[in-house]
């Protein structure tokens, strides 16, 4: 605890770390203990039950966040001939081809999400190396890799608050769930289409169990472990 600050060592003290917590009640107390001079970030880190070496295990989706994340979300378009005037009259921050697979050559990064359309993904491809350390690398899988006239949907999907979850290496995924400045019923929103998307990406490959454990956490703060019963248990309908 000597490492931390004064207003983590506050909100770790209101934390019961031998208790597992309803969604509701975790969340709630991430609002409560989120104490930083900026708006921080709600997150949800889970401890996958699957093999991320084993390629009938991989666990990927996405979510639509009914609540947004609470920040702009500055879309990025591949495309050439008629798809570029339907990204454009569809909303997207940038769009472009060969020109805009140069800059990004070059070092430059400044957008949050990117698609693309199957005719230029020959020559995104090469952008692999750059764009998929930072998780914005198009994937069919992901459905970031369409058709022209899919475009305006998957476009407006962004804005609203679309989310890709990923198994890392260490079996772990990591997603935001929204701002700490949101109501709680907000939060609760997004974390029940999050575990929804979750459930139904479950690979056929899996065996026993599937989550280990899930812990809700805001940028600065300290983790608070979820129940997972109630959790895996969350619904819309």
Known sequence: MTKH???YRAAFQEIDQTKAYSPV???ELAR???QANFN???ELHLRMGVDPRNATQQVRGVALLPYGLGKPVRVLVFAQGEATRIAEQAGADIVGGDDLIKKIESGWLEFDTAIATPEIMGRVGKLGKIL???GLMPNPKSGTVVAADDLPRVIEDARKGRVE???DRTAIIHVPLGKASFESDMLMGNLTALVEALMKAKPSGAK????HTAVLTTTMGPGLKLDLRPTLALSSG
């Open 5 to 7: 600050g004064k207003k």
């Open 25 to 27: 009640e975790a969340v």
């Open 32 to 34: 409560k203990t989120a």
């Open 40 to 42: 921080e970030t709600v």
């Open 132 to 134: 998929g350390r930072k």
């Open 165 to 167: 979850f990923k198994l």
């Open 208 to 211: 026993g169990q599937y989550v």
